[in-house]
T-cell receptor, first 109, second 116 residues
Framework: AQRVTQPEKLLSVFKGAPVELKCNYSYSGSPELFWYVQYSRQRLQLLLRHISRESIKGFTADLNKGETSFHLKKPFAQEEDSAMYYCALIGEYGNKLVFGAGTILRVKS | NAGVTQTPKFRVLKTGQSMTLLCAQDMNHEYMYWYRQDPGMGLRLIHYSVGEGTTAKGEVPDGYNVSRLKKQNFLLGLESAAPSQTSVYFC???????????????FGNGTRLTVT
């Protein structure tokens, strides 16, 4: 079975501080992992995917198969990063995206 | 392109009433999904469809039915609403699964449903 765990419901940091949103997954095969973001009054949208190995809006995430983690990181938080962040996984059949419970990121000035 | 459009945006039902939520996409996507979003539980997949005329159960299908008669539309039905179905419902769509990776999901704006 596929499972995604985001242990923090709320993460509050000051502007300019580093950010790490944790995501752990449970899956026996080779997963594909994503981070989705929902800004206030906006649609849920893709932030980044592990297969692309890219940095979006200063965020990066590395898939660590040994620790089964896909933590989202940003070295210097900005107020506009405040949003709900969801980690998600596609597993064996490639047609069901399973989400974690989400983490609210609040960046304080 | 409107993307993914959900109707209605808000609805209040009484226990036992029925309703249908409509999702329409204009991107010619093969896959469509219905999720519910609840505090502390994230997004949970209710049902999904990999193509016109086909549907499948997700994590929390009980109490819901779906239909995909046309490729662009995915309907979610509640036959007899219960307070436990109070939630925000999101529809999403994506391109067909590829050889090595999937296209990202495109989401609608959500439908806020309250069952009293």
């Amino acid at each position: 079975a596929q499972r995604v765990t985001q242990p923090e419901k709320l993460l509050s940091v000051f502007k300019g501080a580093p950010v790490e949103l944790k995501c752990n997954y449970s899956y026996s095969g080779s997963p594909e992992l994503f981070w989705y973001v929902q800004y206030s009054r906006q649609r849920l949208q893709l932030l980044l995917r592990h297969i692309s190995r890219e940095s979006i809006k200063g965020f990066t995430a590395d898939l660590n198969k040994g620790e089964t983690s896909f933590h989202l990181k940003k070295p210097f938080a900005q107020e506009e990063d405040s949003a709900m962040y969801y980690c998600a996984l596609i597993g064996e059949y490639g047609n069901k995206l399973v989400f974690g419970a989400g983490t609210i990121l609040r960046v304080k000035s | 392109n409107a993307g993914v459009t959900q109707t209605p945006k808000f609805r209040v039902l009484k226990t036992g009433q029925s309703m249908t939520l409509l999702c329409a996409q204009d991107m010619n996507h093969e896959y469509m999904y219905w999720y519910r979003q609840d505090p502390g539980m994230g997004l949970r997949l209710i049902h999904y469809s990999v193509g016109e005329g086909t549907t499948a159960k997700g994590e929390v299908p009980d109490g819901y039915n779906v239909s995909r008669l046309k490729k662009q539309n995915f309907l979610l039905g509640l036959e007899s609403a219960a307070p436990s179905q109070t939630s925000v419902y999101f529809c999403a769509s994506s391109y067909r699964y590829g050889n090595s990776y999937n296209s990202p999901l495109h989401f609608g704006n959500g439908t806020r449903l309250t069952v009293t």
